[in-house]
């Protein structure tokens, strides 16, 4: 068994058997908070970081690994809005719920949560910012096809940074609105062509295409790692600290599509970015990293490829979700409290909890 793969499977085997319950309130809280969601990410996907990247993983930096049980509250497998609802407001839901609880009754997401005490707050994603996990962040709608009544739920959210696609869903509304005048009344600066290279002092509403950002077959370049290092730089100036959800949401379309080479190329894209984050984490010393995902897509595997045990083949059971576990990655203050096997929704907990007030 190759060491790093090793590395990981022991992490795994050790974390079994610590609950996040049982572990002691870390002594330092962080000041800001950076939650990655590989979108449709299980071990798997993982550990083709490992076969297929030219660059050593970045998974291999962390030291706390937990698991995340990930069914919603009417089925074992759950959907991206359920999932990220979990995440966001700590309650099981039914799929393609975004922010309200099984009677469809708003709840309070973390977002709305510490905007209360002045922590500034960003959403990075590949796919449609109105998507169903950025969505869960700021949304409160039954149903996660209501794009439109999500996108005006974003121009009046606590949101201070965003960046992704969906601009249709702002100006080629079926209700003839448009929603960009509104974004700039309410101190945004808006970008529809290209990645700002700058922060900026007002808040800033990037939407750089109709829908979902490009693939990474179709040269999108760059733009999670730089989108996300921009949105740290920008919220890092408030005092109060940040939280910064960013999602790598298309590996998830890799599974949906049984395309390997899709997923692979999403995946290492997101591992890139993880580490920009990390190498960010190390220089300021005062910020939790959590990686995770809402669940697994596809049912992938990395399987002999004819029976060759030194080629490994990407092969898929299934075009949609599945039950597996998924793990849950975490480095910085308070990492400790994500080791073992918990509900998704314990996520939500931990982040409320370190963003009490000491």
């Known amino acids: 068994m190759p060491s790093s793969l090793f590395k990981i499977l022991s992490c795994f085997i050790i974390c079994l058997f610590v609950s996040p319950s049982s572990i002691s309130q870390a002594q330092k809280k962080p000041k800001n908070i950076i939650l990655l969601i590989g979108d449709g990410m299980g071990l798997s996907e993982i550990s083709s970081s490992l076969y297929f990247n030219e660059k050593p993983s970045n998974f291999l930096r962390f030291n706390t690994v937990g698991l995340s049980m990930t069914s919603s509250s009417k089925e074992l497998i759950t959907d991206s809005a359920a999932g990220a609802t979990a995440f966001a407001s700590g309650i099981k839901t039914y799929n393609g719920a975004v922010g309200v609880d099984e009677n469809m009754q708003a709840v309070e997401t973390i977002v709305e949560y510490i905007s209360k005490k002045g922590i500034a707050t960003g959403l990075v994603a590949t796919s449609s910012i109105?998507?169903?996990?950025?969505?869960?962040?700021?949304?409160?709608?039954?149903?996660?096809?209501?794009?439109?009544?999500?996108?005006?739920?974003?121009?009046?959210?606590?949101?201070?940074?965003?960046?992704?696609?969906?601009?249709?869903?702002?100006?080629?509304?079926?209700?003839?609105?448009?929603?960009?005048?509104?974004?700039?009344?309410?101190?945004?600066?808006?970008?529809?062509?290209?990645?700002?290279?700058?922060?900026?002092?007002?808040?800033?509403?990037?939407?750089?295409?109709?829908?979902?950002?490009?693939?990474?077959?179709?040269?999108?370049?760059?733009?999670?790692?730089?989108?996300?290092?921009?949105?740290?730089?920008?919220?890092?100036?408030?005092?109060?600290?940040?939280?910064?959800?960013?999602?790598?949401?298309?590996?998830?379309?890799?599974?949906?599509?049984?395309?390997a080479d899709y997923l692979i190329n999403e995946l290492i894209d997101f591992d890139k970015t993880i580490g920009a984050v990390l190498d960010f984490a190390e220089r300021n010393g005062e910020t939790l990293v959590i990686v995770t995902a809402d669940h697994e897509t596809g049912g992938f595997s990395l399987s002999a490829e004819e029976g060759n045990y030194n080629k490994i083949l990407?092969?898929?059971?299934?075009?949609?979700?599945?039950?597996?576990?998924?793990?849950?990655?975490?480095?910085?203050?308070?990492?400790?409290?994500?080791?073992?096997?918990?509900?998704?929704?314990?996520?939500?907990?931990?982040?409320?909890?370190?963003?009490e007030k000491k």
Do not use: C
């Not at 597996?324 to 929704?345: D, K």
């Open 130 to 259: 109105v998507h169903a996990t950025p969505a869960a962040f700021y949304a409160h709608q039954e149903s996660r096809r209501m794009y439109e009544e999500i996108a005006a739920e974003l121009v009046t959210s606590d949101i201070d940074f965003f960046a992704g696609g969906g601009l249709q869903f702002f100006t080629h509304r079926e209700d003839g609105q448009n929603l960009l005048p509104q974004l700039e009344k309410n101190n945004f600066v808006v970008h529809t062509d290209v990645l700002p290279k700058k922060i900026s002092e007002k808040k800033q509403a990037i939407l750089l295409a109709p829908d979902g950002m490009p693939k990474m077959s179709e040269n999108r370049g760059n733009f999670l790692t730089n989108a996300t290092m921009l949105a740290i730089g920008q919220l890092s100036k408030n005092k109060e600290g940040f939280f910064l959800m960013v999602e790598g949401s298309q590996i998830d379309w890799g599974g949906h599509a049984n395309d």
């Open 314 to 355: 990407g092969s898929f059971s299934t075009n949609g979700h599945t039950a597996t576990m998924v793990p849950v990655f975490a480095q910085g203050p308070s990492e400790e409290l994500f080791g073992g096997i918990y509900q998704n929704t314990n996520i939500f907990t931990l982040l409320k909890q370190l963003s």
